[in-house]
């Protein structure tokens, strides 16, 4: 059984950089054809996808957000990190990690319960 | 704004039919995208519903179902239960954002 599990401050300043990891259970993240996304949700709002990175370190991202972000994996410990720079009071929301499913051209199967983050001074 | 618009709501009685649709443009559904489904219950995660257009994960009632024509796609629920009362996402690519786009999401009410 695959799960994902988000962990990460739950406050963060203006300017500051936000960093949340997403610890993935029950596959390896070196697996052939593994992604793992971030999407995340301000209160009241929609789902707003962020990033994306692949087994082979193939990496997307919203490119609004670009130059804010930056997504990486550590193999070793089946985590995946996403980092956002110069956080600012409409970034906060929920962040959520999800499992990108194999050959379902970008459906995401597997969240996990979401990281909520306040940017507050 | 989303690239893919939805109702802002819906609503139904038990036992009814709804339909949800999401609309969007020739560079996301109209480009032949896949177009997939979620189901947000309050105060929890995503679940997927739909993928693909019209395929339902295990574990999933055919109660719902999903189909998809020319640059817009729809979720139906049939036999409308109180628990399907929820938000609903349709998300797809979209090759001028070059990424993946969601809809601004449905509340499904059940009367």
């Known amino acids: 059984q695959i799960t994902v599990k988000e962990s990460g401050p739950t406050l963060v300043k203006p300017t500051q950089t936000l960093t949340v990891t997403c610890a993935l259970s029950?596959?390896?993240?070196?697996?052939?054809?593994?992604?793992v996304g971030w999407i995340r949700q301000p209160p009241g709002k929609a789902l707003e996808w962020l990033a994306l990175?692949?087994?082979?370190?193939?990496?997307y991202y919203r490119p609004s957000l670009k130059s804010r972000l930056t997504i990486t994996k550590d193999t070793s410990k089946n985590q995946v990190v996403l980092a956002m720079t110069n956080m600012d009071p409409v970034d906060t929301a929920t962040y959520y990690c999800a499992h990108r499913m194999v050959e379902a051209s970008g459906a995401f199967d597997i969240w996990g319960q979401g990281t909520m983050v306040t940017v507050s001074s | 704004q989303s690239v893919l618009t939805q109702p802002p709501s819906v609503s139904g009685a038990p036992g009814q039919r709804v339909t949800i649709s999401c609309t969007g443009s020739s560079s996301n559904i109209g480009a032949g995208y896949a177009v997939h489904w979620y189901q947000q219950l309050p105060g929890t995660a995503p679940k997927l519903l739909i993928y693909?257009?019209?395929n339902r994960p295990s574990g999933v009632p055919d109660r719902f179902s999903g189909s998809k024509s020319g640059t817009s796609a729809s979720l139906a629920i049939t036999g409308l239960q109180a628990e399907d009362e929820a938000y609903y996402y349709c998300q797809s690519y979209d090759s001028s954002l070059s990424g993946s786009v969601f809809g601004a999401g449905t509340k499904l009410t059940v009367l």
């Open positions: 029950g596959l390896s993240l070196s697996t052939n054809g593994v992604g």
């Open positions: 990175i692949y087994w082979d370190d193939d990496k």
């Open positions: 693909v257009n019209t």
